[in-house]
């Protein structure tokens, strides 16, 4: 069973730098895709970014320009690093792989990240 452990989430103040990682362990594939989503108190799981093997990215509008998504192919690791953080950012972050472009999909427990104004 794929395991995915996430690390680096914290309380930081707005405008700080956060790095999220996420590493991947009994995995015997190589995903199509990693990625981050967030879930806020009361709203709904959020894709943040995501990458695939080919190392092309996708973040959500709202962190664009602030939001670097990479990843490791070699070490199944996904890192997030997070500048300029903004209190409207403060949720778990899960992280995310997908097997293939349709799934399935493995999660992490998630870490929390709390930005105060």
């Known amino acids: 069973q794929v395991q995915l452990v996430e690390s680096g989430g914290g309380l930081v103040q707005a405008g700080e730098s956060l790095r999220l990682s996420c590493a991947a362990s009994?995995?015997?594939?190589?995903?199509?895709?990693m990625g981050w989503y967030r879930q806020a108190p009361g709203k709904q799981r959020e894709l943040v970014a995501s990458?695939?093997?080919?190392?092309?990215?996708n973040y959500a509008d709202s962190v664009k320009g602030r939001f670097t998504i990479s990843r490791d192919n070699a070490k199944n690791m996904v890192y997030l690093q997070m500048n300029s953080l903004k209190p409207e950012d403060t949720a778990v972050y899960y992280c995310?792989?997908?097997?293939?472009?349709?799934?399935?999909?493995?999660w992490g427990q998630g870490t929390q990240v709390t930005v105060s104004s």
């Open positions: 009994r995995i015997s594939f190589s995903p199509n895709s």
């Open positions: 995310n792989v997908k097997k293939y472009t349709w799934g399935p999909d493995y």
């Open positions: 990458i695939t093997s080919g190392r092309s990215t």
